[in-house]
């Protein structure tokens, strides 16, 4: 079975950090480039990172910049969003996506969620003291 599975959400206080783990299983992420999306409460989805599996290129949106990180693991065929700096407003259901191909920038638009090929269910970040 092809599947996505997130895991690493919880509960932080703002200023604290959390690393999201985007686990695939029943295919091998290389050649995939993989998203992290975020939808908080009564707001649309939006595009966090992506990630190029066969590259390592790597786009963020500016919200996040310089307090997330994404990065790869090949050997565990995972993806991982380190999350620093964690603000209440990055409170929200955080996805990873996967999409067959190279890297392009529009990979951190909310609508390059529509276009991947796999999608996991989502692991619930809350930021709030």
């Known amino acids: 079975q092809l599947q996505l599975v997130e895991s690493g959400g919880g509960l932080v206080q703002p200023g604290g950090s959390l690393r999201l783990s985007c686990a695939a299983s029943?295919?091998?992420?290389?050649?995939?480039?993989i998203g992290w999306f975020r939808q908080a409460p009564g707001k649309e989805r939006e595009g966090v990172s992506c990630?190029?599996?066969?590259?390592?290129?790597?786009r963020y949106a500016d919200a996040v910049k310089g307090r997330f990180t994404i990065s790869r693991d090949h050997a565990k065929n995972t993806v991982y969003l380190q999350m620093n700096s964690l603000k209440p407003e990055d409170t929200a259901v955080y996805y990873c996506?996967?999409?067959?191909?190279?890297?392009?920038?529009?990979?951190?638009?909310?609508?390059?969620?529509?276009?991947?090929?796999?999608w996991g269910k989502g692991t619930q970040v809350t930021v709030s003291s």
């Open positions: 990630i190029s599996s066969s590259d390592g290129s790597i």
């Open positions: 996506a996967a999409r067959r191909g190279p890297l392009q920038a529009m990979c951190v638009s909310a609508s390059y969620y529509y276009v991947m090929d796999y």
């Open positions: 029943g295919f091998t992420l290389d050649y995939y480039t």
